[in-house]
């Protein structure tokens, strides 16, 4: 089973600042990688797939990349609705694996 | 608008089985894998397995004695039977389709408590 890592576990930031966080896997998963935000009480919502593909509707400031077993989910003008869990999970190998998320808080 | 409901019983005995349903308004279930996935605070989020609308079924080894997944798509609905439960079945369980393997429609999630 592919191990997803994350960092760093919590990131505190204001808002319009630059967010940065990152995923690692254990070994390759090409670019089947896709990131998912979630807030309390409501199912994962996804955000970037094939590592930098942006889901429909979700906003620019959104961007995703990286390739193997590094990967960035960027953040680029934090607005209130972004703070959030995310969380990275490979779809390379199966069972597919999710990381154990990065909050990002205030 | 895609909307996925997840129903089912919110409380479990040890040893009896957990059946869940997920029923899906707004589009068409054919020719999307409909997946479980579940969160808990000690495992995080885990994939259960999923299901093809063609009847091919792929289930977590972790799990896979333990599981079963079927699909209804004249009804739209997909459901998870977990047999022989425990306090480590205790989870908020979502489905989710649409996306291939990072499914872009989820449900809100249901808990589910194991316990006497």
């Known amino acids: 089973e592919i191990v997803m890592t994350q960092s760093p576990a919590t990131l505190s930031v204001s808002p319009g600042e630059r967010a940065t966080l990152s995923c690692r896997a254990s070994?390759?998963?090409?670019?089947?990688l896709a990131w998912y935000q979630q807030k309390p009480g409501q199912g994962p919502r996804r955000l970037i797939y094939g590592a930098s593909t942006r889901a429909t509707d979700i906003p620019a400031r959104f961007s995703g990349s990286g390739s193997g077993t590094e990967f960035t989910l960027t953040i680029s003008s934090l607005q209130s609705e972004d703070f959030a869990v995310y969380y990275c999970?490979?779809?390379?190998?199966?069972?597919?694996?999710f990381g154990p998320g990065t909050e990002v808080e205030i | 608008q895609v909307q996925l409901q997840e129903s089912g019983p919110g409380l479990v005995k040890p040893s009896e089985t957990l059946s869940l349903t997920c029923t899906v308004s707004g589009a068409s279930i054919s020719y999307y894998y409909c997946n479980w996935i579940r969160q808990s605070p000690g495992k995080g989020l885990e994939w259960i397995g999923y299901m093809y609308y063609s009847g091919s079924t792929n289930y977590n080894p972790s799990l896979k004695s333990r599981i079963t997944i079927s699909v209804d798509t004249s009804n739209r609905q997909f459901s998870l039977t977990l047999n022989s439960v425990t306090a480590a079945d205790t989870a908020v369980y979502y489905c989710a389709t649409g996306g291939g393997f990072a499914p872009e429609f989820w449900g809100q999630g249901t808990l589910v408590t194991v316990s006497s």
């Open positions: 999970q490979q779809y390379d190998n199966w069972p597919f694996t």
């Open positions: 070994q390759s998963v090409s670019g089947n």
